[in-house]
């Protein structure tokens, strides 16, 4: 919220750079802040922007309005045109929010391909594995994410990446910490993604009890939300 406003200050003193009216349509999309989108596109309408811009604006826009084929279609097009690897996450996105889960692994892996180490992703990219049915894929796809925070964990030593590293080890289906280790690990002070995680590897590693205490991450339209419901959905109803 202190970021939009800054960005409304900022836009206010600056009429003519298209960035920050496409910045606020981002940032108040996944706050879930339709009034707060709206006002930004209004005002980049009445701007001179490149068509990398335009077609990033108004694709963040029409996510905000739920108009999600919309969006996959000017994110895709924005994508095949300028080939800015920024736009193949915003891609992959919009595909997995409206339900092209083949279409978001292609996405994903050209964005893994220039940031193998965004774990996020790899996160994403389990779930899409999962909701298309192919368990090999998906837990080669968990390995490949486990190696990836191994070797972030060489150089950083922190609570999220033991978590993530848990996460992924057990969606592997791999011997790894056990549930009285998971539950040692004190993750008040981490993002609440870290501790989404945390609740989800201890249900994967037998203690179904733990979903109830997993926080959602982010806010409630915010696109790892979206997707973290349809993980949660899966851990309850499988047997």
Not at 19 to 27: Q, W
Not at 153 to 173: C, D, I, P, Q
């Amino acid at each position: 919220d202190a970021a939009l406003e800054t960005l409304e200050r900022a836009g206010a003193a600056n009429p003519l750079d298209a960035t920050l009216p496409l910045n606020r349509t981002v940032l108040g999309a996944m706050l879930g802040r339709r009034d707060a989108v709206d006002a930004a596109y209004r005002d980049f309408e009445q701007m001179d922007a490149s068509e990398l811009v335009r077609g990033v604006t108004e694709g963040w826009w029409r996510i905000s309005r739920g108009e999600l084929d919309a969006a996959a279609k000017i994110f895709d097009e924005t994508y095949s045109r300028h080939q800015l690897h920024l736009l193949a996450l915003a891609c992959a996105e919009a595909e997995a929010l409206r339900g092209d889960d083949r279409r978001c692994l292609h996405y994903l892996d050209a964005w893994l391909g220039k940031n193998p180490y965004a774990l996020e992703a790899h996160w994403l990219r389990g779930l899409c594995y999962g909701r298309l049915g192919d368990a090999a894929a998906r837990r080669a796809a968990a390995r490949e994410a486990a190696a990836c925070v191994a070797r972030l964990e060489k150089h950083y030593t922190n609570t999220s990446l033991t978590v993530y590293r848990a996460y992924f080890t057990a969606r592997a289906g791999d011997a790894g910490d056990s549930p009285a280790a998971l539950r040692s690990l004190d993750t008040r002070r981490e993002d609440t993604f870290t501790r989404y995680l945390q609740a989800v590897t201890l249900a994967l590693r037998g203690d179904r009890s733990a979903l109830a205490a997993a926080p959602t991450p982010y806010s409630p339209i915010y696109w790892l939300n979206n997707f973290s419901r349809r993980e949660m959905d899966e851990l309850k109803n499988a047997r």
